[in-house]
């Protein structure tokens, strides 16, 4: 730590899933000193759902003197190399405890300022070569306190005096966004439900119920009432897209399946394993109980928006190709499907080795 009826899946569909399946493949998410891009399917499925941010705690015990805690994901004996670089003026004057708990390397230290951290810039090194943000709060001895999201694009911060609560809703919707984005095996799974749905209301009854399944569960355990090992939790969402890719090869055939009736109600069971995984954007900070309400509030919004937005988009590509009357041939028609079940079922043989300590 640096503190120094018969239906072959819709053709005009098919464009944007197979793109979005080479964006998948195309960017991996990496760790540090992890995967080369050579072995992008590799690290795809290793790191599909490493997107938990890093957290930077500084809290002002004395005048320009403040306790660190330092937290980013790790993963075994991998820990991202992302570490906060204090600006001149500042120096460490106290090591406190170094653990890797929950999933995250966790560090405390103190921090003595001359003239305090007003206006002085703190960098995170190391964020450039990530896809991860790290949550930046500064509690000062008044009570006040400002929150900044850093991100890979713009690895540092100016510290600047207090920030109101539309900064720190602004910053936790935006880590649901992004944790949806880049959360493949997630999207793979809606993406998976849109292939498997014919009408419209039923998408919409179907998306709801796996909205309202992963918000019961992502509030549960970011509020500690509950938890569940990331490690099966991972294995069990790669199954639920493995589960997919037969649905959608039955909805190609025009043969049913209570699945294919009933798409809400599995929609609604995986939703609830779902949820714990995107409770790990919040979990993996240890957010202080005060401020859990409102980051958990608008985290999920965060999430939300970004499904959504996903779904819109494949529903609009669609009708767009639909309206200039777009053909596939019969092969690029199938791959989405067999990619979806695919990719699941990879993730899953991963998942379930690396659980059972074989990989």
């Not at 759902?49 to 015990?61: A, S």
């Not at 980013?72 to 820990?79: C, F, S």
């Not at 910053?171 to 966004?177: E, V």
């Not at 809606?190 to 292939?195: E, I």
Request: charged fraction near 15%; include cysteine; aromatic fraction near 8%.
């Amino acid at each position: 730590m640096i503190l120094s009826g018969p239906r072959v899946m819709s053709c005009h569909r098919t464009t944007l899933v197979l793109a979005l399946f080479a964006v998948f493949g195309a960017a991996p998410h990496s760790v540090p000193g992890g995967p080369t891009p050579a072995a992008a399917v590799g690290a795809a499925t290793a790191t599909a759902h490493e997107v938990r941010p890093g957290y930077l705690e500084l809290r002002e015990t004395a005048p320009g003197v403040f306790s660190v805690l330092w937290k980013k994901p790790a993963r075994g004996d991998l820990i991202l190399k992302i570490d906060p670089v204090f600006p001149a003026g500042c120096a460490i004057v106290g090591i406190g405890s170094e653990e890797i708990r929950g999933g995250a390397y966790v560090a405390r230290a103190t921090l003595q300022c001359e003239d305090g951290l007003a206006g002085k810039t703190i960098e995170i090194a190391g964020l450039r070569a990530t896809l991860t943000d790290v949550l930046v709060r500064v509690h000062y001895l008044n009570g006040l306190q400002e929150t900044h999201l850093v991100q890979p694009t713009s690895p540092s911060l100016v510290v600047g005096g207090p920030s109101g609560v539309i900064q720190r809703i602004g910053a936790y919707a935006r880590l649901g966004i992004e944790h949806i984005a880049l959360g493949v095996d997630h999207l793979l799974f809606v993406l998976g439900l849109v292939l498997i749905v014919s009408s419209t209301m039923m998408l919409l009854k179907t998306i709801t119920a796996f909205t309202v399944a992963h918000s019961i569960t992502l509030g549960i355990a970011t509020l500690g009432l509950a938890r569940a090992p990331a490690l099966p939790v991972e294995a069990v969402i790669a199954l639920s897209i493995l589960f997919l890719g037969p649905e959608i090869v039955r909805v190609w055939r025009g043969e049913t399946s209570f699945t294919i009736r009933h798409p809400w109600v599995v929609a609604f069971a995986f939703g609830l394993l779902h949820g714990f995984g995107f409770a790990s954007g919040l979990t993996a900070m240890g957010l202080p109980r005060d401020e859990i309400p409102l980051a958990l509030l608008f985290f999920n919004v965060g999430v939300e928006l970004g499904q959504l937005a996903f779904v819109f988009l494949i529903l609009g590509l669609a009708r767009s190709f639909r309206t200039f009357g777009i053909k596939w041939p019969r092969w690029a028609q199938l791959v989405p499907g067999y990619a979806v079940g695919t990719l699941g079922a990879l993730w899953f043989i991963e998942r379930t080795a690396t659980l059972l300590g074989w990989g």
